[in-house]
């Protein structure tokens, strides 16, 4: 008989080659399997309600892990905020070298925390060996970074305050890393939940804060499920709310944060298209999907799910990836040698399974290779989903497993087309041997994140976070750092001044005879002003707008739905080909608006004087003037960055228009207020749908007038008057607007976060508080450019 | 020939040769096929993805103990056991002869339990020179005797001394040739002058199998020795391999997986398999391990068949053999325990 080496000689399988497990059982041993809350610096007992958590792979019981009810928050909660003045008060360099402690624990202890990661998530040990824990690590040390450049690199902000952050189980210690770092890196504290199937690695990082000496109450790690989750989203003494999982509950959070004044960042789900054009290299195009979609079991949120393929090369792609599939090992997650690890929980499992069986029954292909499968244990095969169309319900939906749909392409404007068919925006991955190809779709897909030639490169420098659905705020960078502070002077709570909506309870009728013919003896009527258009308002009514005295001094039109439909409609038709146009030609159009209003002087500052006064009329148009200036300067000049990923590549930080803006004004400076936030909306190439202080809408008309005769393309502004609350809800509520803003009182800025909901559109509001809007370190620039743009991190790999 | 190709057959008696095929498609040995250059030019090679994947074959793929010990003793199977020194003598080649006969004590062979592989490197690599010392020495066994031919390592001397090269080394009993491709043709593109270059040198060899060195050091782009790879291989090749061993740089994963990449769409497109010889600095165990992991899962368990894929290496075995001392009696080796080549 052959010894057994002989046989091997000649079947040269790989064989079982497994991670020892010994020294985290060990852990786990001397924790009696069983975790109670670190909050306030010391573990709690587990005592009352608890969960079991268990290995994917094997279905075996890990440990027992308490549930934090709201009285258990509420204690983490005091913890955080009792820690705070304490936390802020250090210095950055103090608070620099905790995180630099963090990291350096992180690196020290990095096999039992990948082994311990692998053993709850159900990862392969690849992966978090090689992947999940040195990102962890790096991103420690990157953050120790900003702790210590604070001062220097973000003048003008302050700390949040008491963060709430809620982290998901497909990266479980990562996912803690890229919420907690940044969040104490700017001086904030911390109550952090993560997700209930995957609790143990960040309580090993909690025993690690603990060793490292870190103040009692800055990080408060505790367990449960989505009413713990919900505990912390309602809770009144926290200050922002930092989310990583699905939309679904992105949404759930927006809603339950909407008449707070909580900071929210969401980072949401995705159906991150793969672009393959014809030049691509194929095989390593291959290597992207096995990085992409076969990584983490499919369990990313930024999985390049959907592939798009370009014709001509399409059954060429397929045969490879098909060989490809046949070669990936599916096994025991402790496997050195695995490259598909199990499915999180049975939940997923089904789900997964479920779609895919939708997939076929909606007339998908179905392929899986015939690899050899574990007998147990929640693992799923790697799946090709072909003949999909963008209407198939796997075209649509995150599956959230290993599962690659593919559909067709004949030409770059259809794949762009094609890739923005979708309610997500996360990443995508563009592969192409030709750069002008590669960057030009790289510009137009909308994705927070675009990789060229490659898949899945994450970096502490580079920000991560995406466009729409995908959700908003990003992780990583300097981008990411402003998620977790605040501009000094807004920590000032003064109510907005915003004046009781006018009674328009029988509103005229729309006469344009008499419009005309009242007061200042002008011959205009004043109309909505839409795709560059003087337009009546669909309601046909108008109403009578007063001065401060209380004299009528005109008509405006009343705007309705119907006229904020129209006018969404035309910034969306211009707002591509406003982005696109350069930066320069916006300057310029900016300054012919100023040149525009000087000549107009003194007509605007007589209107004007009616609502507020002669001599704040002539300030706010002087401002104005120099605000128009302002931005046409910043035009040109709030460009992007060039992150340093530790890798031979580039990654562009661009910053992009958002689209389509709707701006609720304030009442307090009617122009200058309008002015202030309409012109760094376009000056960054959004298009504006702005709904002015109604008690001054007369004003309007210079405005618009202004506009007409400065080159400025119809549809980059509109104006809608009327009942701000109704108007405002609408355009809240509107799936083709991009971003919502409101600078009336908190009731406004409540509705529209609650608005917002919908299509998960970005939310700036002044939280109800005031605005000097004559203060230009407080009403003009970055801080302003910011929330106008979103950023978009393009990795470039070169390399010949 | 004939008879050894035979011989080596039974060898494996019990154990049914591998087929060669890719995807379920049965490949045959590669012929000569026409140039195609639009297969030259639709090479498309992606050198930081090809990097990045390179990176992750070490890291995605482990074999232990007895699986372990069984795949080092395959890459002793694929060993071209290779002197190639200007100080190199007869004694020298007798000496790498015995090796190659004996890659292992006997100690060793018979506590791994492996008497009955009758275990050889795959060839012995040596000068033109010694080709008939290594011939004799080898007398007896099925271990085939390779020279490097055509003006090694550079290939610069004129084409008709480099074919008469082939022809001497091939009447002297060597039945493998390594030959040298002239770079300057690729980085010029002239396709055809490579392809005319290394057809004549596959003629030159009659039945022996010829290997053409692409010299992939001095090539430096991915896609240079990606387009050489189809240029040898369309003008008969039946290996291509990477190095001299004399250039700065030898074999690397990338390149290898660039190669074996080329080697694929090759068969694919033909129906011919062609073969793979990574060579220069490949030192280590755990490099020949790296190394049979990319041919498995990139190509497929015929080439890790000594017919389709050798090492050219000679202080590799060294490292081998003590980590198959180390499988046997659990003590880590020292290289003077075990008998130099």
């Given at each position: 008989?052959?010894?057994?080496i002989?046989?091997?000689?000649y079947?040269?399988?790989?064989?079982?080659?497994?991670?020892?497990?010994?020294?985290v059982?060990?852990?786990?041993?001397?924790?009696?399997?069983?975790?109670?809350?670190?909050?306030?610096?010391?573990?709690?007992?587990?005592?009352g309600?608890?969960?079991?958590?268990?290995?994917?792979?094997?279905?075996?019981?890990?440990?027992?892990?308490?549930?934090?009810?709201?009285?258990?928050?509420?204690?983490?909660?005091?913890?955080?905020?009792?820690?705070?003045?304490?936390?802020?008060?250090?210095?950055?360099?103090?608070?620099?070298?905790?995180l630099?402690?963090?990291?350096?624990?992180?690196?020290?202890?990095?096999?039992?925390?990948?082994?311990?990661?692998?053993?709850?998530?159900?990862?392969?040990?690849?992966?978090?060996?090689?992947?999940?824990?040195?990102?962890?690590?790096?991103?420690?040390?990157?953050?120790?970074?900003?702790?210590?450049?604070?001062?220097?690199?973000?003048?003008?902000?302050?700390?949040?305050?008491?963060?709430?952050?809620?982290?998901?189980?497909?990266?479980?210690?990562?996912?803690f890393?890229?919420?907690?770092?940044?969040?104490?890196?700017?001086?904030?504290?911390?109550?952090?939940?993560?997700?209930?199937?995957?609790?143990?690695?960040?309580?090993?990082?909690?025993?690690?804060?603990?060793?490292?000496?870190?103040?009692?109450?800055?990080?408060?790690?505790?367990?449960?499920?989505?009413?713990?989750?919900?505990?912390?989203?309602?809770?009144?003494?926290?200050?922002?709310?930092?989310?990583?999982?699905?939309?679904?509950?992105?949404?759930?959070?927006?809603?339950?944060?909407?008449?707070?004044?909580?900071k929210?960042?969401?980072?949401?789900?995705?159906?991150?298209?793969?672009?393959?054009?014809?030049?691509?290299?194929?095989?390593?195009?291959?290597?992207?999907?096995?990085?992409?979609?076969?990584?983490?079991?499919?369990?990313?949120c930024?999985?390049?799910?959907?592939?798009?393929?370009?014709?001509?090369?399409?059954?060429?792609?397929?045969?490879?990836?098909?060989?490809?599939?046949?070669?990936?090992?599916?096994?025991?997650?402790?496997?050195?040698?695995?490259?598909?690890g199990?499915?999180?929980?049975?939940?997923?499992?089904?789900?997964?399974?479920?779609?895919?069986?939708?997939?076929?029954?909606?007339?998908?292909?179905?392929?899986?290779?015939?690899?050899?499968?574990?007998?147990?244990?929640?693992?799923?095969?790697?799946?090709?989903?072909?003949?999909?169309?963008?209407?198939?319900?796997?075209?649509?939906?995150?599956?959230?497993?290993?599962?690659?749909?593919?559909?067709?392409?004949?030409?770059?404007?259809?794949a762009?087309?094609?890739?923005?068919?979708?309610?997500?925006?996360?990443?995508?991955?563009?592969?192409?041997?030709?750069?002008?190809?590669?960057?030009?779709?790289?510009?137009?897909?909308?994705?927070?994140?675009?990789?060229?030639?490659?898949?899945?490169?994450?970096?502490?420098?580079?920000?991560?976070?995406?466009?729409?659905?995908?959700?908003?705020?990003?992780?990583?960078?300097?981008?990411?750092?402003?998620?977790?502070?605040v501009?000094?002077?807004?920590?000032?709570?003064?109510?907005?001044?915003?004046?009781?909506?006018?009674?328009?309870?029988?509103?005229?009728?729309?006469?344009?005879?008499?419009?005309?013919?009242?007061?200042?003896?002008?011959?205009?009527?004043?109309?909505?002003?839409?795709?560059g258009?003087?337009?009546?308002?669909?309601?046909?009514?108008?109403?009578?707008?007063?001065?401060?005295?209380?004299?009528?001094?005109?008509?405006?039109?009343?705007?309705?739905?119907?006229d904020?439909?129209?006018?969404?409609?035309?910034?969306?038709?211009?707002?591509?080909?406003?982005?696109?146009?350069?930066?320069?030609?916006?300057?310029?159009?900016?300054?012919?608006?100023?040149?525009?209003?000087?000549?107009?002087?003194?007509?605007?500052?007589?209107?004007?004087?009616?609502?507020?006064?002669?001599?704040?009329?002539?300030?706010?148009?002087?401002?104005?003037?120099?605000?128009?200036?302002?931005?046409?300067?910043?035009a040109?000049?709030?460009?992007?960055?060039?992150?340093?990923?530790?890798?031979?590549m580039?990654?562009?930080?661009?910053?992009?228009?958002?689209?389509?803006?709707?701006?609720?004004?304030?009442?307090?400076?009617?122009?200058?207020?309008?002015?202030?936030?309409?012109?760094?909306?376009?000056?960054?190439?959004?298009?504006?749908?702005?709904?002015?202080?109604?008690?001054?809408?007369?004003?309007?008309?210079?405005?618009?007038?202004?506009?007409?005769?400065?080159?400025?393309?119809?549809?980059?502004?509109?104006?809608?008057?009327?009942?701000?609350?109704?108007?405002?809800?609408?355009?809240?509520?509107?799936?083709?607007?991009?971003?919502?803003?409101?600078?009336?009182?908190?009731?406004?800025?409540?509705m529209?976060?609650?608005?917002?909901?919908?299509?998960?559109?970005?939310?700036?509001?002044?939280?109800?508080?005031?605005?000097?809007?004559?203060?230009?370190?407080?009403?003009?620039?970055?801080?302003?450019?910011?929330?106008?743009?979103?950023?978009?991190?393009?990795?470039?790999?070169?390399?010949? | 020939?004939?008879?050894?190709?035979?011989?080596?057959?039974?060898?494996?008696?019990?154990?049914a040769?591998?087929?060669?095929?890719?995807?379920?498609?049965?490949?045959?040995?590669?012929?000569?096929?026409?140039?195609?250059?639009?297969?030259?030019?639709?090479?498309?090679?992606?050198?930081?993805?090809?990097?990045?994947?390179?990176?992750?074959?070490?890291?995605?793929?482990?074999?232990?103990?007895?699986?372990?010990?069984?795949?080092?003793?395959?890459?002793?199977?694929?060993?071209?056991?290779?002197?190639?020194?200007?100080?190199?003598?007869?004694?020298?080649?007798?000496?790498?002869?015995?090796?190659?006969?004996?890659?292992?004590?006997?100690?060793?062979?018979?506590?791994?339990?492996?008497?009955?592989?009758?275990?050889?490197?795959?060839?012995?690599?040596?000068?033109?020179?010694?080709?008939?010392?290594?011939?004799?020495?080898?007398?007896?066994?099925?271990?085939?005797?390779?020279?490097?031919?055509?003006?090694?390592?550079?290939?610069?001397?004129?084409?008709?001394?480099?074919?008469?090269?082939i022809?001497?080394?091939?009447e002297?009993?060597?039945?493998?040739?390594?030959?040298?491709?002239?770079?300057?043709?690729?980085?010029?593109?002239?396709?055809?002058?490579?392809?005319?270059?290394?057809?004549?040198?596959?003629?030159?060899?009659?039945?022996?199998?010829?290997?053409?060195?692409?010299?992939?050091?001095?090539?430096?782009?991915?896609?240079?020795?990606?387009?050489?790879?189809?240029?040898?291989?369309?003008?008969?090749?039946?290996?291509?391999?990477?190095?001299?061993?004399?250039?700065?740089?030898?074999a690397?994963?990338?390149?290898?997986?660039?190669?074996?990449r080329?080697?694929?769409?090759?068969?694919?497109?033909?129906?011919?398999?062609?073969?793979?010889?990574p060579?220069?600095?490949?030192?280590?165990?755990?490099?020949?391990?790296?190394?049979?992991?990319?041919?498995?899962?990139?190509?497929?368990?015929?080439?890790?068949?000594?017919?389709?894929?050798?090492?050219?290496?000679?202080?590799?075995?060294?490292?081998?053999?003590?980590?198959?001392?180390?499988?046997?009696?659990?003590?880590?080796?020292?290289?003077?325990?075990?008998p130099?080549?």
């Open positions: 008989m052959a010894s057994s002989v046989e091997k000689f079947s040269m399988e790989y064989g079982p080659a497994p991670e020892d497990a010994s020294e059982n060990k852990w786990l041993d001397a924790h009696k399997r069983s975790f109670g809350h670190y909050i306030d610096g010391a573990w709690t007992q587990v005592s309600s608890s969960f079991e958590t268990r290995n994917p792979a094997t279905g075996e019981v890990l440990a027992k892990i308490a549930t934090a009810d709201a009285s258990d928050v509420d204690r983490a909660v005091k913890a955080a905020r009792a820690a705070l003045p304490g936390w802020q008060a250090l210095t950055g360099h103090q608070r620099a070298r905790y630099y402690a963090f990291a350096r624990q992180v690196q020290k202890h990095a096999r039992r925390l990948a082994v311990l990661e692998t053993l709850d998530n159900g990862k392969s040990i690849r992966e978090s060996r090689d992947i999940d824990i040195p990102l962890v690590a790096r991103h420690f040390y990157h953050h120790a970074g900003w702790a210590q450049l604070l001062d220097e690199e973000f003048p003008g902000y302050t700390s949040v305050g008491v963060v709430g952050q809620i982290i998901p189980w497909n990266f479980p210690l990562l996912m890393a890229w919420k907690v770092a940044p969040a104490l890196a700017a001086g904030n504290t911390v109550v952090i939940k993560p997700a209930e199937f995957t609790p143990l690695s960040a309580l090993a990082l909690a025993e690690i804060a603990h060793e490292i000496g870190l103040p009692k109450g800055v990080l408060n790690v505790i367990n449960g499920d989505g009413k713990t989750g919900a505990a912390i989203v309602e809770h009144a003494d926290i200050d922002k709310i930092a989310f990583t999982g699905s939309t679904e509950v992105g949404r759930i959070i927006r809603k339950a944060t909407a008449k707070t004044s909580k929210l960042s969401l980072e949401l789900g995705g159906k991150s298209p793969f672009i393959v054009f014809d030049d691509a290299d194929l095989d390593s195009a291959v290597e992207g999907l096995v990085d992409g979609i076969w990584f983490n079991q499919g369990q990313v930024c999985a390049g799910s959907r592939l798009l393929v370009q014709e001509r090369v399409a059954e060429k792609l397929y045969d490879k990836i098909r060989a490809r599939m046949e070669t990936l090992r599916v096994g025991s997650p402790l496997d050195k040698a695995i490259d598909i199990a499915i999180v929980d049975q939940v997923q499992y089904d789900r997964i399974k479920g779609l895919v069986e939708t997939g076929v029954k909606e007339g998908a292909t179905c392929w899986q290779p015939e690899v050899t499968m574990p007998e147990k244990g929640l693992f799923f095969k790697p799946t090709l989903l072909t003949n999909v169309h963008p209407s198939s319900t796997v075209a649509q939906e995150e599956i959230f497993g290993p599962v690659l749909v593919s559909m067709t392409f004949r030409t770059p404007a259809e762009v087309e094609l890739a923005n068919n979708t309610t997500y925006g996360l990443a995508a991955c563009i592969w192409s041997e030709n750069i002008n190809v590669a960057l030009d779709v790289a510009a137009q897909v909308k994705a927070g994140v675009v990789w060229v030639n490659a898949t899945n490169l994450f970096d502490a420098a580079c920000g991560f976070g995406g466009y729409r659905e995908s959700g908003y705020g990003r992780e990583g960078g300097k981008e990411g750092m402003y998620e977790y502070l501009p000094v002077h807004a920590e000032r709570k003064t109510a907005a001044k915003t004046l009781p909506e006018p009674v328009i309870d029988q509103p005229e009728g729309f006469d344009e005879e008499r419009s005309a013919a009242v007061e200042f003896g002008i011959d205009r009527t004043v109309k909505l002003y839409i795709g258009k003087q337009a009546r308002p669909d309601s046909g009514y108008s109403y009578p707008v007063y001065d401060r005295d209380g004299q009528l001094v005109g008509e405006a039109p009343l705007g309705n739905r119907k904020i439909r129209n006018a969404v409609e035309a910034a969306r038709n211009i707002s591509a080909k406003w982005a696109k146009t350069t930066a320069h030609g916006r300057a310029q159009i900016l300054y012919y608006i100023a040149e525009n209003m000087v000549q107009r002087r003194a007509e605007i500052v007589a209107k004007l004087a009616a609502f507020v006064g002669p001599e704040q009329a002539a300030i706010e148009l002087d401002y104005g003037v120099e605000r128009t200036f302002a931005y046409a300067a910043w040109d000049k709030f460009e992007g960055s060039v992150h340093n990923p530790p890798m031979r580039v990654t562009l930080a661009m910053k992009e228009a958002i689209g389509t803006v709707g701006i609720l004004c304030p009442d307090d400076a009617p122009l200058l207020g309008f002015l202030s936030l309409v012109l760094p909306a376009i000056a960054m190439g959004n298009a504006v749908v702005a709904v002015p202080s109604e008690r001054c809408a007369t004003l309007m008309s210079d405005l618009y007038q202004v506009f007409d005769t400065s080159d400025l393309p119809g549809g980059v502004v509109n104006i809608v008057a009327g009942k701000a609350s109704e108007l405002g809800k609408t355009l809240a509520e509107h799936d083709d607007i991009d971003a919502i803003w409101s600078f009336r009182d908190e009731a406004a800025s409540a529209v976060k609650l608005g917002s909901i919908g299509n998960l559109k970005q939310v700036w509001t002044n939280e109800g508080r005031s605005i000097d809007w004559f203060d230009t370190t407080k009403a003009e620039g970055r801080y302003f450019l910011r929330h106008a743009t979103q950023i978009k991190n393009i990795w470039v790999p070169y390399g010949e | 020939m004939a008879v050894k190709q035979e011989e080596l057959q039974k060898k494996s008696e019990g154990h040769n591998v087929p060669v095929t890719l995807h379920g498609r049965e490949l045959v040995p590669n012929q000569r096929i026409p140039l195609n250059l639009d297969w030259v030019e639709e090479v498309r090679v992606n050198t930081s993805a090809v990097e990045r994947r390179a990176a992750t074959i070490p890291a995605r793929r482990s074999v232990k103990k007895d699986w372990q010990a069984a795949w080092l003793l395959r890459a002793i199977a694929c060993m071209d056991l290779t002197t190639l020194s200007g100080d190199d003598s007869a004694e020298r080649v007798k000496r790498l002869c015995a090796k190659a006969r004996r890659p292992l004590q006997d100690h060793l062979v018979k506590a791994l339990g492996i008497e009955e592989l009758h275990l050889t490197t795959g060839a012995v690599c040596v000068y033109h020179a010694f080709v008939e010392t290594a011939v004799k020495a080898l007398e007896g066994t099925n271990i085939p005797v390779a020279a490097v031919s055509t003006g090694f390592p550079a290939g610069l001397s004129p084409l008709a001394e480099r074919v008469e090269e022809r001497r080394s091939v002297a009993g060597a039945s493998e040739i390594d030959i040298v491709i002239t770079r300057a043709h690729v980085f010029n593109g002239e396709w055809n002058a490579l392809y005319d270059e290394v057809a004549a040198f596959k003629e030159a060899c009659g039945q022996a199998h010829m290997k053409a060195i692409l010299g992939t050091g001095d090539l430096l782009t991915l896609r240079n020795v990606a387009r050489a790879s189809w240029v040898a291989m369309m003008a008969g090749a039946d290996f291509i391999k990477t190095s001299t061993g004399k250039e700065a740089v030898n690397t994963l990338p390149v290898s997986l660039v190669m074996v080329a080697i694929r769409d090759y068969a694919e497109r033909t129906g011919m398999a062609v073969g793979f010889k060579a220069g600095g490949i030192k280590t165990a755990k490099q020949a391990l790296d190394w049979m992991a990319t041919m498995k899962d990139e190509l497929g368990r015929p080439w890790l068949e000594p017919t389709l894929f050798r090492y050219g290496a000679s202080s590799m075995l060294g490292d081998i053999e003590r980590q198959l001392e180390h499988h046997v009696n659990g003590r880590y080796s020292a290289a003077y325990r075990h130099i080549a």
